[in-house]
Structures are given as C-alpha cells and as structure tokens.
C-alpha cells in the first residue's frame, strides 16, 4: 500500500489542511496560558514533502529549499500590505537568530518588489533569510490564500505543521520551530 501523497495532490492537501486551521482559528482560546501544544500555537499537523523552489533574496542572493534539507525550516509567506505580517517579522528574525546552525527562518515576501521589502527592513542586520516570491509562485504551490501562512518543515523536508494566522509573540515562534528540531 502506498501511503505517501503524490505531488499532483500536494495542493489540494495543503489546502484542505489550510482550511480545517481557519475552521479552527474561530474558536476560543485562553490567551493567558502559554502555548504548549501545537493547537494551542494555532497549528495544524500535516506531513506532506515540502515543494521545492529556488527564491532570489531581497539581498540578491538565492535560495532553493531542497538544498536546506537536513536542517529543520520555518516558511512565513507574508507580504507588506499585510498589517499582522509586519508585526510578527521581529518575533521571526529573533527566532532566526536564537536558532542560527539549528534551524533556518524564511520569511518569503509575496508580490512585493526587493526594493520596497529592502525599504521596509531598512539598514537592519537581519537573521532570517528574506526571498522574493514576486510572482507568487511559490505562495501558489503551498497554496497560500492568506497572509501570514507559516510552515514547519522538518530535517527532513517534510512540512509537518501549518499555521494560518500570524504568531502572537516571540515564545510561540519559538516553541513551534522546537516541534520540528530532531530529538536530541
């Protein structure tokens, strides 16, 4: 028996899964506790082969997943129009730096020009790695409809986790890329 997904799927996977997340994001939740589980971060568990794609960098640099593989990745698509996006970059990039040699945080920029997102970051030293979706062809292949998405893929380059949404703080960046680093 087959029990891998076929990558023709993989959009309509990811996109029932996108939504079962927005489905569940209506509830309510104690903000007052802090999150331990992956429901409590506004996780949901998934385990599909992450699609592969090679992103030029706001920087003029390039990056292609695949070649990352063997260290765990955060994927936050997010875009400037996006008021909540914004707001969560700083958690991301302190996340990125707690995590330099552990994991990667990505924060991919849809349909926004590198220009704009280097205005917006300014003269900042950055720890996370900004590419450049202008096309939106990546956001399309992770069926992203919502910005911020955010994606957990482990060392394996399995996307285990998915969060529609953005992250409330810091601590929930952080206790969602400990979910996908290996067991020590």
Not at 6 to 26: F, N, W
């Amino acid at each position: 028996m087959n029990t891998g997904i076929r990558a023709a799927a993989l959009p309509a996977v990811l996109t029932a899964s996108i939504l079962l997340v927005m489905l569940a994001a209506g509830g309510c939740s104690d903000d007052s506790a802090p999150a331990t589980s992956p429901e409590d971060l506004g996780l949901q568990e998934i385990s599909v082969e992450a699609p592969d794609f090679t992103l030029e960098t706001m920087n003029g640099g390039q990056v292609t997943l695949s070649a990352l593989r063997g260290t765990p990745v955060l994927i936050n698509f997010w875009a400037l129009k996006c008021t909540p996006c914004l707001h969560e970059m700083p958690f991301l990039d302190a996340a990125a730096a707690m995590y330099d040699g552990e994991a990667i945080v990505m924060a991919i920029s849809i349909r926004d020009s590198a220009s704009r997102v280097r205005e917006y970051f300014g003269d900042s030293q950055l720890s996370m790695i900004v590419p450049l979706d202008v096309d939106a062809h990546a956001a399309s292949s992770y069926s992203v409809g919502f910005t911020p998405t955010t994606f957990l893929i482990d060392s394996q380059g399995i996307v285990r986790y998915v969060k529609v949404g953005p992250f409330a703080d810091e601590s929930q960046v952080i206790a969602s890329i400990e979910l996908v680093l290996p067991e020590a």
